[in-house]
C-alpha cells in the first residue's frame, strides 16, 4: 500500500512539473499562392518574402556551443497538400562543399540541411528530413522511446543546387505524409539543423546543449488552417509462381504453380488517426535484409522492419530503456510476425494521449496445426517535451497455448540535463501443453549530462519465467547493472589548436545469471581525443 502511495505521489509530482511548459519561439507560416516548382532554384514568388529571423546557429556535434559562421536562410510555406521549405546554404568557400550521388538515408559525411518537425506538437513523434546539395534524401522517425529509426522512409520531394555563394534546398513535404491534429492554429513543433562536411561540425537552431534532444528544444510554426486531405492507399498485389524440379539429366517433372493475390489499405479516419489493414500481403518488393555474420553469437540478430504494412506508426510500440545497452531491444518486434495472413492496425493521436492496437494472424509455415495470433495495445500520455507515462498490453494465442503479457513505463527529464526511466512488465504463459508460468522484467535508469561531466546508469531483472513473444530481448533469468561516467577537458579554442577536446571515461558492469549461477562482470576505462576536423582518437583498456 505504501508503495502505490507513493507512486501515486510521485506521478502527481511529474504531471505537475509538466504542466509548466517552457515558452517557445513561434513563427507564422504564410500560405503560398502558388505551389513552388521543386527544383533547389529560389526563383519562385513564394520565396520573395524574408526569410525566418532566427538566432545564432550552435554546433551540437562533435562538441557543442561554437558558432556557426556560415550564413543560413530559411523559408516556410504551405497551401491545401503540402508543406515548404527552402534553405539558402552561404558558404565562402563553395569549391569546398561535399556532395554525393548516393543510396537514400547515405549522405553523413556530406553537406547537408534539414529540420525536424514535431507535426502533432506532442513532444513524442518528429520527422526528421535531410538533404545534400545534389538533392539526396536522408530521413528518420524519431520517438521519444526508441529515438531515431531510420527504416522509416517517408514519401517527400527535395532538389538541391550548388551556387556561386553556396548552395539551395528545396523541400515539398505532402501533408498525407504526416499525422497532425488539423483545424485553425496549428502549432508544430521545428529545429532546423546544418552539416558542414570539411569542418565535421554539425550546428541547430534552436540550439541543442548536452543532455537534450530536439524535443527539448523545438521552435514552433503555426498555421492559420490547415487541413488534412482525406487519406487513402490502395495497394493490390498479384503473384504467379512456377516452381519446376529436375526428375533426370534429360527430363523435368511437372511444375508446380501458385498464383496469390493480396490486398493493403491505408485510411485515414481522421488528420491524426489512422487505420491500416491488409490480406495476405505480398512483401518481395521490400529490400533484402543487410547481410550479417550469424556464427558464434551469443545472442540472437536484430533485423529492422521494413515492410510497408508495420511502418506506420513504428516507435511507438518501443518501451523506455529499451535499445542500447539493455537486454530489450524493442517490446514489439513485428518480424516475429512472418507471414501475416490478414493483419489491421489502428494508430494515432488525441490530445496528449498517443495509441496503437495492432492484430495479426501469422501463417507462417513451420509445425503448427493452426496460425499464431498477435494482439498488442499500446497507449503513452504525454507530459510535456519527451515525457510521457505508458502502458502496453499484449497477447499471443497458438494451438491452445498463449502468452500475456501487461506493463507500463515511464520516460521524464527533469532540469534539463537529468532523465530517469523506468518499465515494469509481467507475463504469463500457459495453456495447450504448456505449464503455466509467470515472471516479471523491471528496469531503472538514469542519465545526466552537460558539457563538463555525463554519468549513466541502468539496474536490469529478468525472471526466470518471463516471456514475451511479441518482443526482440537477449535472455531472461538475470540480475544486472552497469554505470558509465565521464569528464571532459577543453584546451583553451584558437583558430591554431589542433586539439578540441580530452575525453577520460569508464564503464563497469556486474551481473547474476541465475540459470548458470555465476556471476558477470566487466571493467573498461579509457581516454578519447577530439581533433579539428573531426579527427578522433581512443585508447582503452578492459577487463572481464
Known amino acids: 500500500m505504501r508503495h502505490t502511495i507513493t507512486l501515486a505521489i510521485f506521478f502527481f509530482v511529474l504531471l505537475s512539473i509538466a504542466a509548466h511548459a ?7 507560416v504564410s500560405r503560398a499562392a502558388q505551389p513552388p516548382k521543386i527544383d533547389g532554384n529560389l526563383d519562385d514568388d513564394v520565396w520573395n518574402d524574408d526569410p525566418l529571423v532566427l538566432g545564432d546557429w550552435l554546433s551540437y556535434n562533435p562538441l557543442y556551443g561554437t558558432k556557426m559562421l556560415q550564413r543560413t536562410e530559411v523559408h516556410v510555406a504551405y497551401d491545401d497538400r503540402n508543406l515548404y521549405f527552402a534553405f539558402h546554404c552561404f558558404d565562402n568557400e563553395p569549391d569546398k562543399i561535399r556532395t554525393t550521388i548516393s543510396r537514400r538515408d547515405n549522405i553523413f559525411n556530406d553537406d547537408w540541411v534539414g529540420l525536424s518537425l514535431d507535426s502533432n506538437g506532442t513532444g513524442q513523434t518528429s520527422y526528421h528530413l535531410m538533404v545534400n546539395p545534389s538533392g539526396i534524401q536522408m530521413d528518420a522517425l524519431n520517438t521519444s522511446a526508441s529515438g531515431e529509426r531510420w527504416e522509416a522512409d517517408v514519401v517527400w520531394d527535395s532538389a538541391g543546387k ?16 504526416i499525422r497532425f491534429q488539423d483545424g485553425h492554429n496549428v502549432r508544430m513543433g521545428i529545429l532546423f539543423w546544418r552539416r558542414i562536411s570539411r569542418s565535421g561540425i554539425s550546428s541547430a537552431w534552436p540550439d541543442i546543449p548536452p543532455g537534450q534532444w530536439v524535443f527539448n528544444r523545438h521552435a514552433h510554426l503555426r498555421f492559420d488552417d490547415l487541413k488534412q486531405p482525406q487519406l487513402l492507399e490502395v495497394l493490390p498485389s498479384v503473384t504467379y509462381s512456377v516452381n519446376q524440379l529436375r526428375a533426370s539429366p534429360g527430363s523435368w517433372n511437372k511444375p508446380n504453380s501458385k498464383p496469390d493475390v493480396g490486398l493493403s489499405v491505408k485510411y485515414g479516419l481522421t488528420s491524426s488517426i489512422t487505420l491500416d489493414a491488409t490480406i495476405n500481403p505480398d512483401f518481395s518488393q521490400v529490400e533484402s535484409d543487410a547481410f550479417q555474420v550469424q556464427v558464434n553469437q551469443r545472442f540472437p540478430t536484430f533485423f529492422s522492419e521494413k515492410r510497408p504494412f508495420f511502418m506506420e506508426g513504428m516507435g511507438l ?8 545497452d539493455g537486454n530489450m531491444v524493442t517490446a514489439v518486434h513485428t518480424r516475429r510476425i512472418i507471414n501475416p495472413s490478414w493483419g489491421s492496425k489502428l494508430t494515432g493521436t488525441s490530445g496528449k494521449f498517443t495509441f496503437g492496437i495492432l ?12 496460425h499464431r495470433l498477435f494482439n498488442i495495445g499500446r497507449v503513452m500520455y504525454g507530459l510535456g517535451e519527451s515525457n510521457y507515462l505508458g502502458a502496453i498490453v499484449t497477447d499471443t ?10 506493463g ?12 530517469i526511466s523506468a518499465t515494469f512488465l509481467s507475463s504469463q504463459t500457459g495453456g495447450g501443453s504448456v505449464a503455466t508460468a509467470g515472471g516479471t522484467a523491471e528496469q531503472l535508469s538514469y542519465n545526466f549530462s552537460d558539457r563538463k561531466y555525463a554519468v549513466a546508469t541502468q539496474v536490469e531483472h529478468y525472471g526466470k519465467g518471463f516471456e514475451m513473444d511479441t518482443a526482440f530481448y537477449n535472455r531472461t533469468g538475470f540480475t544486472s547493472g552497469w554505470a558509465y561516467g565521464e569528464v571532459n577537458f577543453y584546451p583553451k579554442n584558437t583558430n591554431k589548436s ?3 577536446r580530452v575525453n577520460v571515461f569508464n564503464w563497469d558492469k556486474y551481473g547474476r545469471d541465475q540459470l548458470q549461477d555465476g556471476n558477470e562482470r566487466f571493467f573498461l576505462a579509457g581516454l578519447r581525443l577530439n581533433f579539428t576536423r573531426q579527427g578522433f582518437f581512443r585508447i582503452g583498456s578492459g577487463l572481464g
Open 22 to 28: 517552457e515558452g517557445r519561439l513561434e513563427f507564422r
Open 162 to 177: 550548388i551556387t556561386d555563394d553556396g548552395y539551395t534546398v528545396e523541400i515539398k513535404l505532402p501533408l498525407q505524409s
Open 317 to 324: 510500440f518501443n518501451l523506455a530503456g529499451s535499445g542500447g
Open 359 to 370: 492484430d495479426a494472424s501469422d501463417a507462417s509455415p513451420l509445425d503448427r496445426t493452426d
Open 397 to 406: 494465442e497458438e494451438d491452445g497455448r498463449h502468452n500475456r503479457v501487461a
Open 408 to 419: 507500463g513505463d515511464l520516460s521524464f527529464r527533469f532540469k534539463k540535463r537529468q532523465q
Open 498 to 500: 589542433w586539439l578540441k
